[in-house]
Nanobody
Framework: QVQLEESGGGLVQAGGSLRLSCAAS????????AGWFRQAPGKEREFVAV????????SYADSVKGRFKISRDNAKNTVYLQMNSLKPEDTAVYYC????????????????WGQGTQVTVSS
């Protein structure tokens, strides 16, 4: 069993940066791919970024490519999402998730989810 807890959300002005962290419990976390998703009010949860279990493979949604970077430290059981050049449309609750698949991008492919952290970008 893997439990995930996000942190690092908050209020930031457009153009600013935030770094989200996702701390995982469970010795097997390093065997899971880790993804970040987000959900804005009234919208479906959408893929943001994913990193493979080794960190050797990453993928991003087109809307964040070049601005966000996902990374992981398996020794610390932690996954990060560095978010730069934030825009008001990035406002959402951000969720961390873990999957046994290689580097999935769909919500249904993830086995474990955190509770989410709010990110608000003001214009």
């Amino acid at each position: 069993q893997v439990q995930l807890e996000e942190s690092g959300g908050g209020l930031v002005q457009a153009g600013g940066s935030l770094r989200l962290s996702c701390a995982a419990s469970g010795r097997t976390f390093s065997r899971y791919a880790a993804g970040w998703f987000r959900q804005a009010p009234g919208k479906e949860r959408e893929f943001v970024a994913v990193i493979s279990w080794s960190g050797g493979s990453t993928s991003y949604a087109d809307s964040v490519k070049g601005r966000f970077k996902i990374s992981r430290d398996n020794a610390k059981n932690t996954v990060y999402l560095q978010m730069n050049s934030l825009k008001p449309e990035d406002t959402a609750v951000y969720y961390c998730a873990a999957a046994s698949a290689f580097a999935p991008v769909r919500v249904g492919e993830y086995d474990h989810w955190g509770q989410g952290t709010q990110v608000t970008v003001s214009s």
